[in-house]
């Protein structure tokens, strides 16, 4: 299993401002997800950073909203921008290994960052 | 759609006796099929999948699951629970191919509450 690490482990913000998500990985990985928890919901996946690239983000999320970057195979960050209340929620990063087409491996979940908008 | 079930908010058990979360799916094809826990303030832990053949896996801290592809369930068992169990327990499938665009994406349910009590 891979040990990850994020930070912050939590922040209270002004609405209005942004806050930028750091995940680390202790070794390369293939595949790494954002996902939003928010209070007393399941996981949400926000986007699928890819090395090198754009983000694939999924229904309702933007970029503009949630800037994603992904610079190797063992870190990524994620920005929450112009930040709302609606915004305050627990933020996963998770990380995958997988072998081409190969969908049966799990994920693996950092600590979350719990953010708080005021 | 596809989409992940977990019928109950909340399951009560007391120390010692057996313990079932129940899952149930509706995604196409023969998927896989995880469950993770989250102890308070923590990250997703994951606990077992299956992938294929023998219906009951098994995972970490005692617990296990049993594949009924008839009923489409993956039900989370423990034979005697432990105080230290109680958690935030989490259904996730994933399809072993990429069924209508879905990406391989995790599909998570809201998560049950397990509360054992001594």
């Known amino acids: 299993s891979a040990v990850i690490s994020q930070k912050p482990s939590r922040d209270i913000c002004q609405r209005g401002t942004s806050l930028t998500i750091q995940c680390q990985v202790d070794s390369q990985v293939t595949m790494m997800f954002w996902y939003r928890q928010q209070p007393g919901q399941s996981l949400t996946l926000i986007a699928t950073a890819n090395q090198g690239s754009e983000a694939t983000y999924e229904s309702g999320f933007v970029i503009d909203k949630f800037p994603i970057s992904r610079p190797n195979l063992t870190f990524s960050t994620l920005t929450v921008s112009n930040m709302s209340p609606e915004d305050s929620s627990i933020y996963l990063c998770?990380?995958?290994?997988?072998?081409?087409?190969?969908?049966?491996?799990?994920?693996?979940f950092g600590p979350g960052t719990r953010l708080t908008v005021l | 759609a596809q989409s992940v079930a977990q019928p109950e908010d909340q399951v009560n058990v007391a120390e010692g006796n057996p313990l079932t979360v129940k899952c149930t799916y509706s995604?196409?094809?023969?998927?896989?099929l995880f469950w993770y826990v989250q102890y308070p303030n923590r990250g997703l832990q994951f606990l077992l999948k299956?992938?294929?053949?023998?219906?009951l896996v098994k995972g970490s801290y005692g617990f296990e699951a049993e594949f009924n592809k008839s009923q489409t369930s993956f039900h989370l068992k423990k034979p005697s629970a432990l105080v230290s169990d109680s958690a935030l327990y989490f259904c996730a499938v994933r399809p072993s191919m990429n069924y209508g665009g879905s990406q391989g994406n995790l599909i998570f349910g809201k998560g049950t509450k397990l509360s054992v009590k001594p």
């Open positions: 995604v196409s094809g023969n998927p896989y």
């Open positions: 998770s990380v995958e290994v997988r072998a081409g087409v190969d969908l049966s491996n799990e994920q693996f």
């Open positions: 299956y992938i294929t053949g023998d219906n």
